[in-house]
């Protein structure tokens, strides 16, 4: 694999685009294809049907890009820049991957890496493409989008024979090779074509742009940056804008909003703020250059803005510096505009790029700020298709030129974006995204929920089954491998969200939300229907406790048809749920419904009832025995002197009476995880109580609760003494050692250094959370060995040394979650009963495979809905990296006699931007190297290590499994795995038009 792209010559771009269209429906890819038309707005001199369309970067470089952007609804189009550094020179400077947009977006690429001739050509065959297409399939006028050039970096280079005759030929292409090739081609294949006839063809104007957009470097002098606008106002009679960066805000505006959004994480010092252009420089030569082109006739204004530079401080791309831009760049460029907007009285144009979405863009052309594009949005899942839902927001937009910026509508928009959680990072960092497997070459789909699932559940599944109001459908399918759906769906951590895909969109599927709502609806249905599925004969069962990982087990056990007996201490059923975690987390009814579903399949439940040594049991006549006795051992003690309460033992406490506990007025809570935060919520509801602070030695950031635990302590008033390391109790007082954090290692994280310096809080009780442990009598007593902390030696199946006892849930693990119980309840029953767990499998694949597609590309505005789940279907079909991908790399190919398309990779489209691999649900998916890859010559294939394939004199040229030889692929014993073969027929029979021509 190499980085080189080859240009699509235009016959076979067209033949490409015609016969995909007829056999497939799709161009590029994309099957919603916009069709606008009716209403344009006025501006250069031209019209555009939308105001929004591609900004300068990876979906402007190629035609194939332009062309796919058009055909989805794009307008506007900010071509690539060109620059006198290009080419061969221009790809050795750019390092690889080169595109991180997996939350705000990164990237360390600069100017099109074709020559500067080579990027005319692409221009100009879309130019011409686009106009066919528009006359051909009613897409809307073909006069009714523009071309925008974007040029840098100085004034020599933009004069220098290479970029002028570039932006002469872009005036006027007429007398250029590609443009008279272009244009002969379509009147030689006028039979192709069912409403172009000749005459429209003549009338394609040879005049691709009027209009250019400065670009220049960071620290570029203003004097420069003048005499380029100068130039290209007064010696090209272009409408120019000038790309303006977001240093014209300052170090300390810039640096204090991301810090107030979250991005406190992004590093960059003032370097650029002081050598890039300066606000008392910029006011005075933006009024000389509106006069200046007020006097020449053509149209002047302001791009806002470039990306912002960064520091590459975590690895994030093979680079030093990279480019900032999407969601942490808007609100930054909208409240540039608000500073311009105010400064000219709203007449100075401005053209946006800088986060624009389906969300925002409406309030940004109604505020008078158009044209828009994009980039960050587009590289994101669901590609192009974004476009389609910017039009449907556009929708009914007057069709008036531009008549000025609204400044209040800006001052509104900035209000927005500094307080929107949309434009606010989470507290926590992202968590990893991918699940944690190569990507496969054939059949790669996967659902990442269910990866992040301890217990893999059936997600799409139940989803759907919610989604289509099925609830005992959608309960039952959860229940196949959920014995406790009211308590997950309340209080699980679900990192099933962490992977769901739907993060690349707005924010994960709110996957627990749909479980309770199953359950809740579902349950007066299922609960009458629940048995036993047969008889286990040979065994009988002894469960001890009845928490989670009890009931989980004795649910699973008792319905495979095993006789089961539970044992609990206390008088009721639930463990560290019913008797810890407080009521405000989760009811007791709740925790009833699950104890009801876990008895109905004949589980027999004693009270009351202590086991202190599995043996008495086996000793009884039980053939097995589990142990899921929960970790109710105090944790490790957190303070050098003084005492300070359990968590657990509070937590009890205030759970039978919160008047009971006797604080004081200043509670201190020790600890970060999601214990702790239960307990700080819970202190702050005990009668006398003034002030709970919450002491951890590392910032919030770094604490291991999860995000929702923090917010919602944070919700209750609980106060977050970071950087605090516990020391001494006495007196009423707290005394604590003030940390630091040291530099960021490899992963970002930052341990935390001692300063000398102490600080005294105030404590009238202080509790500590820092990690439960095991009870480890009952393993003692049985003769169970154990590890050097306290817990059980287990085998996969979860055995312990004495053969028949098992330990499950947090006898075994210790403090974990009520999941991770369930997932140990069923490896026990499956080492006991030989149970499965799969009879719900199928229910995750819709039927109907493009249904899950009719979604891509659509954000949604209101998250907290439950009437629509939101599902991207991954389970049915994935295809991201063929979204994503801004050139078309990545194609799905239907093979007969496979249910799921297969993703072959073109090599001659690619110039390995990385963008496919950042959103592959795999950890070590690289599609653009791991997918079966067509090479277009034997030069590209020899310069590759992908596994792929080469039509050839004789068959086709197969490179697998460090394997190369020619194939006979109709043969079906040729020797190649059946699923390779038959992608490779059907790429040659059914998308021929991906072969270069021979």
Same mark, same amino acid.
Request: net charge negative.
């Given at each position: 694999m190499s980085d080189i792209m080859r240009p699509i010559p235009f016959d076979q771009l067209m033949d490409w685009i015609l016969t995909e269209k007829k056999t497939q429906g799709t161009i590029f890819g994309e099957s919603r294809l916009a069709k606008l038309g009716g209403h344009a707005r006025p501006i250069f001199g031209e019209k555009v049907e939308s105001p929004v369309g591609p900004a300068a970067g990876p979906n402007t470089q190629l035609a194939q890009n332009i062309i796919a952007a058009y055909v989805?609804?794009?307008?506007? %189009?900010?071509?690539?820049?060109?620059?006198?550094?290009?080419?061969?020179e221009l790809s050795a400077c750019v390092n690889k991957p080169c595109i991180l947009a997996a939350d705000e977006g990164y990237n360390c690429e600069w100017s099109t890496e074709l020559t500067v001739p080579g990027a005319f050509d692409e221009y100009v065959?879309? &130019?011409?493409?686009?106009?066919?297409?528009?006359?051909?399939?009613?897409?809307?006028?073909?006069?009714? %989008?523009? #071309? !925008?050039?974007?040029?840098?970096?100085?004034?020599?280079?933009?004069k220098g024979e290479k970029v002028d005759t570039y932006i002469n030929n872009m005036k006027d292409a007429s007398n250029t090779p590609v443009f008279q090739e272009a244009i002969a081609w379509a009147k030689a294949n006028l039979d192709r074509f069912q409403n172009v006839d000749a005459a429209f063809v003549d009338s394609i104007s040879p005049c691709v742009s009027r209009s250019v957009t400065e670009s220049t470097l960071h620290g570029c002098p203003p004097a420069e940056i003048e005499r380029i606008a100068t130039h290209l106002i007064t010696e090209k009679g272009l409408n120019t804008y000038i790309k303006c960066n977001p240093t014209l805000l300052g170090y300390e505006y810039a640096r204090k909003t991301l810090d107030s959004l979250g991005f406190d994480y992004i590093v960059f010092d003032e370097h650029h703020f002081n050598e890039d252009l300066q606000w008392a420089d910029a006011v005075p030569m933006l009024n000389r250059l509106i006069a200046l082109a007020k006097e020449r006739g053509v149209e002047f204004g302001v791009k806002l803005t470039n990306t912002f530079p960064v520091d590459v401080t975590r690895s994030e791309l093979p680079s030093n510096e990279m480019y900032m831009s999407g969601r942490s760049l808007y609100p930054l460029t909208v409240s540039l505009a608000k500073r311009i907007a105010d400064e000219f009285d709203g007449s100075l144009r401005i053209s946006f790029s800088g986060g624009a979405d389906a969300l925002n863009v409406r309030s940004l052309v109604d505020a008078g700020i158009w044209p828009v594009t994009v980039a960050t949005t587009l590289l994101k899942p669901g590609g192009y298709q974004h476009l389609g839902q910017i039009d449907e927001a556009l929708s009914g937009i007057d069709e008036n030129p531009f008549s000025g910026v609204d400044p209040a509508k800006v001052a509104a928009i900035v209000d927005d974006a500094l307080t929107n959680p949309r434009y606010r990072k989470p507290v926590k960092p992202t968590p990893e995204r991918h699940v944690g497997h190569e990507l496969p070459l054939i059949d790669c789909f996967t659902a990442p929920c269910r990866e992040d699932c301890p217990i893999e559940q059936d997600i799409p599944g139940y989803l759907r089954a919610c989604e289509e109001g099925r609830y005992a459908d959608a309960l039952n399918i959860i229940l196949e491998r959920n014995a406790l759906p009211f308590t997950t769906g309340t209080i699980c951590p679900h990192t099933c969200g962490n992977s769901c895909m739907r993060n690349y969109y707005e924010e994960h599927v709110h996957i627990r939300d749909f479980k309770l709502l199953a359950a809740e609806k579902g349950l007066a249905e299922v609960l009458p229907t629940l048995s036993a599925r047969g008889?286990? $004969?040979?065994?009988?069962?002894?469960?001890?406790?009845?928490?989670?990982? *009890?009931?989980?087990?004795?649910? %699973?056990?008792?319905?495979?048809?095993?006789?089961?007996?539970? %044992?609990?201490?206390? *008088?009721?059923?639930?463990?560290?749920?019913r008797h810890v975690i407080p009521g405000f987390r989760i009811s007791d009814e709740a925790i009833d419904h699950d104890v009801e579903l876990c008895s109905a399949y004949g589980a027999t439940f004693k009270t009351g009832v202590e086991v202190t040594n599995a043996r008495d049991l086996l000793d009884q006549g039980f053939t097995d025995v589990v142990?899921?006795?929960? =970790? &109710? =051992?105090?944790?490790?003690?957190?303070?050098?002197?003084?005492?300070?309460?359990?968590? @657990?033992?509070?937590?009890?406490?205030?759970?039978?009476?919160?008047?009971?506990?006797?604080?004081?007025?200043?509670?201190?809570? @020790?600890?970060?995880? !999601? $214990?702790?935060?239960?307990?700080?919520?819970?202190?702050k509801r005990v009668p006398g109580v003034e002030h709970v602070r919450l002491v951890y030695r590392r910032t919030r950031r770094y604490m291991p609760a999860d995000e929702e635990e923090l917010v919602m302590a944070l919700e209750d008033g609980v106060e977050f003494m970071e950087l605090l390391s516990p020391g001494d109790l006495a007196n009423g007082t707290l005394t604590c050692e003030v940390m630091r954090l040291g530099a960021p290692d490899a992963s970002g994280r930052r341990a935390p250094e001692p300063t000398g310096e102490t600080v005294s809080v105030p404590a009238t009780a202080v509790i500590t959370a820092v990690g439960e442990r095991i009870e480890q009598g009952l393993y003692q007593a049985t003769g169970c060995e154990l590890d050097e902390k306290g817990r059980p030696v287990v085998s996969d199946s979860l055995e312990t040394s004495v053969p028949h006892? #098992? =330990?499950?849930?947090? =006898?075994?693990? *210790?403090?974990?979650?009520?999941?991770?119980? @369930?997932?140990?309840?069923? $490896?026990?029953?499956?080492? @006991?009963?030989?149970?499965? #767990?799969?009879?719900?499998?199928?229910? !995750?694949?819709?039927?109907?495979?493009?249904?899950?597609?009719?979604?891509?590309? $659509?954000?949604?505005?209101?998250?907290?809905?439950l009437t629509h789940t939101r599902c991207l279907g991954c389970a049915t079909v994935c295809e991201t990296c063929c979204e994503v991908c801004p050139n078309r790399a990545n194609v799905a190919i239907r093979v007969p006699g496979m249910r799921e398309r297969q993703i072959v990779h073109v090599d001659g489209m690619c110039n390995e931007c990385g963008n496919c691999a950042v959103f592959c649900p795999y950890s070590e998916g690289r599609p653009y190297r791991d997918k079966l890859t067509l090479f277009w010559s034997k030069e590209d294939f020899d310069d590759s290590q992908n596994e792929g394939f080469l039509p050839v004199e004789g068959g086709m040229l197969v490179r697998l499994d460090g394997t190369t030889a020619v194939y006979d692929v109709d043969d079906a014993t040729c020797g190649l795995p059946e699923a390779v073969r038959a992608t490779i027929v059907a790429v040659r029979d059914s998308y021929r038009y991906l072969l270069a021509r021979q």
């Open positions: 989805t609804g794009a307008r506007f %189009f900010e071509l690539k820049t060109v620059q006198k550094m290009d080419g061969a065959k879309a &130019w011409v493409a686009c106009k066919l297409l528009a006359q051909e399939f009613g897409f809307g006028d073909s006069d009714g %989008f523009v #071309f !925008n050039m974007s040029v840098g970096y100085d004034l020599e280079g933009i008889s286990v $004969t040979g065994r009988k069962v002894a469960v001890v406790g009845a928490g989670p990982a *009890g009931l989980a087990a004795a649910s %699973f056990l008792s319905r495979a048809g095993v006789d089961v007996t539970v %044992f609990e201490r206390t *008088g009721q059923l639930g463990g560290i749920v142990v899921a006795i929960g =970790a &109710w =051992a105090p944790g490790r003690p957190a303070l050098r002197s003084g005492e300070a309460l359990d968590a @657990i033992d509070f937590l009890r406490d205030f759970k039978e009476d919160p008047a009971q506990c006797k604080l004081g007025s200043d509670v201190v809570v @020790i600890g970060g995880g !999601n $214990t702790a935060m239960d307990v700080a919520r819970a202190a006892v #098992f =330990a499950a849930g947090d =006898a075994r693990r *210790g403090p974990a979650t009520v999941v991770k119980a @369930i997932a140990d309840a069923m $490896t026990v029953t499956t080492a @006991i009963a030989g149970a499965s #767990f799969d009879a719900k499998g199928e229910a !995750n694949v819709d039927p109907c495979y493009e249904a899950p597609l009719a979604s891509r590309g $659509t954000l949604e505005a209101d998250v907290a809905s």
